[in-house]
């Protein structure tokens, strides 16, 4: 598909950091290199104790593009930042990036395209996952779940049962006027409840390609596949069901998904 942007709409990107310093220049260059160029990037530090913030400011120096913000206290989780970045940004369009994680160059540009092109509020996009060396390890997991499912249910049906959507490969109109949850409960969570509210009301896309590369490493917040992640996804699908979010056939087999693992990992 020939990439057509009508206008040049402001991006703004997301990004909290947390003593980020390993990965955050190489985060940051990733953006500077797209080849789409109408961005601004909010990096919202929540208190770090490394030298993240010099890292950053050296680059706020050189690109008026790239803001820092500093948090007067240190949330514990990506969802505070991000609130704030949302609250500050200008552009039409908003995009996610962790201070871990390297777009290739042409995400924002193949990802505009698609938006207008696709008439939808919200897409997101493949990735490909490296390691703390940066050296390619695999395939973002939970994608390959969804291409199993997606010619069964709905986008919105399959989020009842997995977060197949990686935050870093997210662009969504600025007008979708959400905040991720900051229940300390749902921490490593909290981006998969804000994908569910979204899908309530807007039209969720895939644009099927590889546009990222999502680092797992030792520092990684994530839970996922673990009895503790599973015991918080029983929480946020009890949230949901209480606030009529989920329909009661979707909450029950997800519910019993969720045990099954959890009795499995215990056997």
């Known amino acids: 598909?020939?990439?057509?942007?009508?206008?040049?709409?402001?991006?703004?990107?997301?990004?909290?950091?947390?003593?980020?310093?390993?990965?955050?220049?190489?985060?940051?260059?990733?953006?500077?290199?797209?080849?789409?160029?109408?961005?601004?990037?909010?990096?919202?530090?929540?208190?770090?104790?490394?030298?993240?913030?010099?890292?950053?400011?050296?680059?706020e120096a050189k690109d008026e593009r790239i803001k820092l913000i500093r948090l007067n206290s240190n949330f514990g989780g990506p969802a505070r930042p991000r609130n704030i970045g949302l609250e500050n940004a200008k552009g039409e369009y908003v995009a996610f990036l962790d201070?871990?994680?390297?777009?290739?160059?042409?995400?924002?540009?193949?990802?505009?395209?698609?938006?207008?092109?696709?008439?939808?509020?919200?897409v997101h996009s493949l990735a490909n996952i490296i390691d703390g060396n940066s050296k390619y390890v695999g395939f973002f997991n939970n994608q390959r779940i969804f291409n199993k499912l997606k010619y069964f249910m709905s986008h919105k049906n399959i989020l009842y049962y997995t977060n197949y959507i990686n935050t870093n490969s997210v662009l969504m109109k600025q007008s979708i006027n959400y905040r991720f949850s900051e229940d300390k409960n749902l921490v490593a969570l909290e981006d998969w409840y804000f994908w569910l509210e979204v899908s309530q009301?807007?039209?969720?896309?895939?644009l099927d390609k590889v546009l990222l590369n999502y680092r797992v490493h030792t520092n990684s917040i994530s839970n996922r596949g673990t009895d503790r992640g599973y015991r918080k996804t029983l929480y946020l699908l009890s949230i949901l069901f209480l606030d009529k979010k989920i329909p009661f056939i979707h909450y029950l087999f997800s519910f019993l998904l969720q045990m099954i693992k959890i009795v499995g990992k215990n056997v």
């Open 1 to 59: 598909m020939e990439i057509v942007i009508k206008n040049i709409p402001l991006v703004t990107i997301v990004t909290p950091i947390y003593n980020g310093e390993k990965y955050i220049a190489e985060t940051i260059k990733s953006v500077i290199t797209q080849t789409y160029q109408n961005w601004e990037m909010l990096i919202v530090d929540d208190c770090s104790t490394d030298d993240s913030i010099e890292i950053v400011q050296r680059y």
């Open 99 to 122: 201070a871990d994680d390297v777009w290739l160059p042409n995400k924002l540009e193949e990802q505009l395209g698609f938006i207008e092109h696709e008439d939808v509020d919200f």
């Open 201 to 206: 009301n807007h039209k969720i896309k895939l």
